[in-house]
């Protein structure tokens, strides 16, 4: 099967990518300026004290085994020590993870979720009302700041019926997911004009295929032509879209969680560098980047999944 | 006629926006008698597909069709023959390379047109579609049935998309130049198929064809079309052994054939009518050797014995100048 050996080979070159991205990570630490040893003993410690500092963190060494020496702690989940938070960028990162995942997995899904059926509706009555409304409305979508979406949704939904907190992110699992929601769909709302603009023009090219005229003429009900002859060969480009946008949708977090006070990641990045905390920078930076890496492949193995023919093209 | 199978009467099918409005087919009349094979001939945009697609209520949006497409079942009673689709009527297309789906294995297709009809269980549909792609010439069905189109040749893709239509159990099987697309030796394994498939199960065929020896061997019936309408029809041995129309002799004189010997090729003078400007009397008249004023003034209808009529109003001279 052309699929796995397509599949083995994209995992193969997603190995280089990730290092490629440690070394750029590194990288940003290695040439900022300023001297991480002199943040820790401050500005009145003696140039001994200094020295002593800069031995124990290995800064005299060469760069080169300064990166070996940060590729072995990532190898063991050490994303390096805060001096600023007294803490290790692990851990800090790993609190804030959680939250920024069910940010984007929620938003994701509920930009599909919402996204297909519209996309559907509008390309089977083109110029129909649906279409027109869908069209309106993602215009409007596009133009609206996240940020400003949110205060809406907070003052229009959120204080009024009281069923979701304005802000915060809850101790269970139940409470986690109501005060997702509305920030969720904050993010949904930037990407699903996005979405349903590539699956309609999608679903209607493939609508004008033979093969479904060939379904059509077979007489098969119209949910299996939508389902297994149209939809299944619309997706590939909407799933393209949709992982090429990850970066949008990560800026978009950082916005988003500042509005509903989630203690996410793109919080924790807005404090790092308030702060100057580097080696915390660094871990979000190398997340961020170890994150594009995974979705870029995982849209590859989706769209694999979908197309057989996916080997033979590449 | 209670032996037909389909009844075309008084169709015709517009095209285009308000605006420009064009009408590219009819008024056809036409019926295929049961276990019959029809042939449907005539050179492009005269009219043969888009009176397979009428009859398929698979007409591009925008296209409004006038009179009555009817489907007489074996059983029960005759019905429009667009609801009839894969129920009663089934559809073979001309291009094996687009006509199936690139995502979906070809024995699920089958499958699906198997449980379409019958409401069969998945594994009951499986086994039934791995029948009709042995039924149908395919080596190795059990194996071919897991495969996806792309990994079969053309003539293995017209076997499939074969298979597809028949299992919706059709009793009329509408054919749509399957051959056009096909290297000569595979053309002639399909035509036999379909030889084969009207003589063990009795299945009527419409067959639309441009090319003259396919249907002379294949058909009982013949009809040529020309801008739209039908111009001639009759036995094939008839209509193609001594054509009445002066555009079937054209059409024959124009075919190359390995049997006469070489001179050079005789091509029809002029084009077809455009469809937004169709001559008020005969449509043939404007390229035709035998036309008189008369003929682009009146539109002639077919007429003749019901085993060959034809549709000219300067038949006599034709026949004389035989």
Known sequence: MGRFKFVARRLAVTVPLLLAVVLLVFLILAVTPGDPARQIVGLRASAAELARVRAELGLDDPLASQYLRYLGGLLQGDLGFSYKARQPVTQIVGERLPVTAWLLGVGATLAVVIAVPLAIGSALKQRGRLDRAVQVFGLLALTMPSFWVGIVLIRTVAMPTGWFPVGGFGDTTAEHLRSIILPALTLAIGVIPLLVRSLRASILEVLGSDHVTTARAMGLPSRTVMRRFVLRNASAPTISVLSLNLGYLLFGAVVIEATFALPGIGQGLVLAARSRDLPAIQGYALLFGVAVVAVYLLADIVIAALDPRVEIDS | ?322
């Open chain 2, 1 to 322: 006629m209670n032996n037909s199978v389909l009844s075309v009467d008084q169709l015709s099918v517009s095209l285009g926006s308000a605006a420009a409005r064009v009408r590219p087919l009819g008024p056809v009349s036409l019926e295929v008698g049961r276990g019959e094979v029809v042939g449907l001939v005539g050179e492009s945009g005269s009219g043969k597909s888009l009176t397979l697609r009428a009859a398929m209520g698979l007409l591009p949006a925008g296209a409004s069709v006038d009179g009555g497409l009817t489907f007489h079942p074996k059983a029960g009673a005759s019905v429009p023959a667009h609801t009839a689709r894969g129920r009663g009527i089934a559809m073979v297309f001309q291009e094996p390379m687009t006509a199936l789906n690139p995502t979906m294995r070809v024995g699920d297709l089958v499958a699906a047109g198997v449980r379409q009809r019958t409401g069969m269980g998945r594994a009951a549909a499986q086994r039934q579609a791995v029948e009709l792609l042995d039924a149908v010439g395919i080596p190795h069905p059990q194996r071919r049935a897991r495969s996806w189109p792309h990994e079969l040749s053309g003539g293995l893709r017209q076997r499939v998309v074969m298979a597809a239509a028949l299992a919706t159990d059709p009793e009329l099987l509408l054919c749509d130049e399957p051959t056009t697309a096909l290297d000569v030796t595979v053309q002639d394994q399909i035509l036999q198929l379909i030889e084969g498939l009207r003589r063990d199960l009795g299945l009527s065929v419409l067959f639309v064809s441009h090319d003259l020896a396919v249907v002379a061997r294949l058909c009982d019936r013949v009809l040529v079309m020309y801008a739209g309408q039908v111009v001639e029809s009759g036995p094939a041995a008839t209509v193609l052994g001594n054509p009445g129309h002066p555009y079937t002799r054209a059409l024959l004189a124009a075919a190359p054939s390995l049997g006469r010997p070489a001179g050079p090729l005789v091509g029809i003078g002029g084009q077809p009518p455009d469809a937004r400007a169709m001559p008020a009397g005969c449509r043939f008249a404007p390229r035709c050797a035998f036309a008189e004023p008369t003929c682009s003034a009146t539109l002639p209808i077919l007429e003749g014995p019901p085993l060959h009529q034809i549709a000219c109003l300067r038949v006599d001279a034709v026949a004389g100048a035989r």
